[in-house]
């Protein structure tokens, strides 16, 4: 089994930073190894697809629009992942729209994908989060940081 940790975002876009700054900060803690990677996928959707086809599990981090309270922190999987990206908050999410959609025509869509979303206050041009997302920050980090070492210590 291969895990594949994917921060997306944009880090000029306020809040929409928190998935990027998520994985960064994981990436100083678990460095590659075989059977997992720990990446900043930025804005990259499609060209995110060869990174996706290595991968049994996909657990990505981004922010998101549920209209919940800011900073909320959620997990989305199984079917329901297809349905938050057609409710898409910034351009990247149209691109992982496309990416899972593709990487599943192509047979290579990982069995298992899981979103951990942190509900965004402003995803205004600016390069701070909200107090919110910012204080929340750790919450998503510790789910995504239980998710790598539960994978590690069963793989």
């Known amino acids: 089994m291969k895990l594949l940790v994917l921060g997306?975002?944009?880090?000029v876009m306020n809040d929409d930073a928190a998935g990027v700054l998520a994985a960064q900060e994981l990436m100083k803690e678990f460095p590659e190894r075989e059977n997992l990677r720990v990446m900043d996928g930025g804005t990259l959707?499609?060209?995110?697809?060869?990174?996706?086809?290595w991968a049994d599990r996909l657990v990505i981090?981004?922010?998101?629009?549920f209209g919940l309270d800011a900073g909320t922190v959620v997990?989305?999987?199984g079917n329901d992942i297809d349905a938050v990206f057609e409710n898409k908050l910034s351009g990247h999410q149209m691109g992982m729209k496309d990416m899972l959609a593709t990487a599943q025509l192509m047979g290579v869509r990982p069995a298992e994908?899981?979103?951990y979303g942190i509900q965004t206050e402003s995803v205004d041009m600016?390069?701070?989060?909200?107090?919110?997302?910012e204080a929340n920050m750790p919450k998503l980090i510790e789910n995504m940081r239980k998710e790598i070492t539960d994978?590690?210590?069963?793989n």
């Open 151 to 154: 994978f590690l210590a069963n």
């Open 8 to 11: 997306i975002g944009n880090l």
């Open 61 to 65: 981090a981004d922010a998101v629009d």
């Open 45 to 53: 959707g499609l060209d995110l697809l060869v990174y996706i086809e």
């Open 75 to 77: 997990r989305v999987d």
């Open 126 to 133: 600016d390069m701070t989060l909200s107090p919110q997302v």
């Open 113 to 115: 994908v899981m979103l």
